[in-house]
């Protein structure tokens, strides 16, 4: 029987390397905190890491005090939970929900082991789509954050095929271990049901000529079942874009089609309709809720949730306009730019 070599890691060239298996600095930031600073500084986040949005102004409204309970109901890579439960002070709980099984267990181990236990973060693997499942197990919540945004550990790993900037499986989900993922959901609608998806989750502009393109490709064989293949279908159908602004659209248009894409395999509208409903069934009287938006779909639900919500007296107060990221955090976290916070207190 053969002993197991350890085996070295593979040394990349250079001393910044472009592909994510070979960023094992970036993804240690206890190790080579030098590292990951000089990445972030540059206005790039690390791999396998999450820079957390709008934190300083989130805490500015949510106002926590010690003692309270909260819920996130986005973990994701745990920034905002973190400094939420810091300002709690050793009293009180936060809830933490999330689908992903694959970062959610390495987020809550980094919890664990920046002290806080179970008698004061509590995870649940479960969809924010049942925060009233949550709330009957815990109570009503003082404050509570719903991120939208799909977490940078999750677009920069290949793996999770998020990206179309790198190749990978074409698959989008959220939880990787239940559903279809975007290649097996592309082979399983109409080239009209692409269209209308197209359309109605992103407005994409060549939703025709990017279907049509798609299904063809599909129907002479070509499988659709990578990143890589999905970004060559697009800009393969936008060739009638004049050169000079061709790579600027096709860009723009592949952002579009997986963002799409990612919506419609985790019902991501579905989901946030079902949160919205039963948001003010889980807040304390005076529970403060923000919800952190990535694009205009999402903020319009929002907006029209907590103004009918105000006019029917269900909450006492909400935004009247979105709250943006300061110049500096776009700066130092480009992909925070297009972020919008909508705020609402529950009614008394």
């Given at each position: 029987?053969?002993?197991?070599?350890?085996?070295?890691?593979?040394?990349?060239?250079?001393?910044?390397?472009?592909?994510?298996?070979?960023?094992?600095?970036?993804?240690?930031?206890?190790?080579?905190?030098?590292?990951?600073?000089?990445?972030?500084?540059?206005?790039?986040?690390?791999?396998?890491?999450?820079?957390?949005?709008?934190?300083?102004?989130?805490?500015?409204?949510?106002?926590?005090?010690?003692?309270?309970?909260?819920?996130?109901?986005?973990l994701g890579y745990g920034g905002h939970t973190r400094r939420m439960l810091e300002a709690l002070a050793g009293e009180g709980c936060i809830y933490g929900l999330d689908v992903d099984p694959i970062e959610s267990k390495k987020t809550v181990e980094r919890?664990?082991?920046?002290?806080?236990?179970?008698?004061?973060?509590?995870?649940?693997?479960?969809?924010?789509?049942?925060?009233?499942?949550?709330?009957?197990?815990?109570?009503?919540?003082?404050?509570?954050?719903?991120?939208?945004?799909?977490?940078?550990?999750?677009?920069?790993?290949?793996?999770?095929?998020?990206?179309?900037?790198?190749?990978?499986?074409?698959?989008?989900?959220?939880?990787?271990?239940?559903?279809?993922?975007?290649?097996?959901?592309?082979?399983?609608?109409?080239?009209?049901?692409?269209?209308?998806?197209?359309?109605?989750?992103?407005?994409?502009?060549?939703?025709?000529?990017?279907?049509?393109?798609?299904?063809?490709?599909?129907?002479?064989?070509?499988?659709?079942?990578?990143?890589?293949?999905?970004?060559?279908?697009?800009?393969?159908?936008?060739?009638?874009?004049?050169?000079?602004?061709?790579?600027?659209?096709?860009?723009?248009?592949?952002?579009?089609?997986?963002?799409?894409?990612?919506?419609?395999?985790?019902?991501?509208?579905?989901?946030?309709?079902?949160?919205?409903?039963?948001?003010?069934?889980?807040?304390?009287?005076?529970?403060?809720?923000?919800?952190?938006?990535?694009?205009?779909?999402?903020?319009?639900?929002?907006?029209?949730?907590?103004?009918?919500?105000?006019?029917?007296?269900?909450?006492?107060?909400?935004?009247?306009?979105?709250?943006?990221?300061?110049?500096?955090?776009?700066?130092?976290?480009?992909?925070?730019?297009?972020?919008?916070?909508?705020?609402?207190?529950?009614?008394?």
């Amino acid at each position: 029987m053969e002993e197991n070599k350890h085996k070295r890691r593979v040394h990349y060239s250079g001393k910044y390397p472009k592909k994510f298996e070979e960023k094992y600095k970036e993804q240690n930031p206890e190790k080579y905190g030098d590292i990951v600073e000089h990445v972030i500084q540059k206005g790039s986040t690390p791999a396998g890491m999450h820079l957390s949005i709008m934190v300083e102004e989130i805490l500015e409204f949510l106002q926590i005090k010690p003692g309270q309970q909260g819920l996130d109901c986005t973990l994701g890579y745990g920034g905002h939970t973190r400094r939420m439960l810091e300002a709690l002070a050793g009293e009180g709980c936060i809830y933490g929900l999330d689908v992903d099984p694959i970062e959610s267990k390495k987020t809550v181990e980094r919890l664990r082991n920046a002290g806080f236990g179970e008698d004061r973060f509590q995870f649940r693997l479960i969809n924010f789509a049942n925060i009233d499942q949550v709330a009957a197990e815990a109570g009503l919540f003082d404050f509570v954050l719903a991120d939208l945004g799909v977490s940078s550990m999750q677009i920069d790993n290949p793996e999770r095929g998020f990206s179309y900037k790198i190749d990978g499986p074409l698959d989008l989900r959220l939880d990787p271990t239940h559903g279809q993922s975007a290649a097996q959901r592309l082979h399983s609608i109409t080239q009209e049901e692409f269209v209308g998806m197209l359309v109605e989750n992103s407005d994409e502009p060549y939703a025709e000529e990017i279907a049509q393109k798609v299904f063809r490709k599909m129907a002479a064989g070509d499988p659709m079942d990578t990143t890589t293949a999905l970004r060559e279908a697009v800009s393969q159908a936008l060739y009638k874009v004049p050169a000079s602004e061709r790579e600027m659209m096709v860009k723009k248009s592949c952002a579009r089609v997986f963002q799409a894409l990612r919506i419609d395999v985790n019902s991501e509208f579905e989901v946030l309709y079902a949160f919205l409903e039963k948001l003010p069934g889980i807040l304390k009287p005076g529970g403060r809720v923000a919800i952190l938006t990535f694009h205009s779909g999402e903020d319009r639900l929002v907006k029209k949730a907590f103004k009918e919500g105000t006019k029917s007296g269900i909450y006492a107060e909400a935004s009247s306009d979105v709250i943006r990221p300061s110049a500096e955090e776009c700066r130092v976290n480009p992909r925070s730019k297009s972020t919008k916070m909508r705020w609402a207190i529950r009614a008394d």
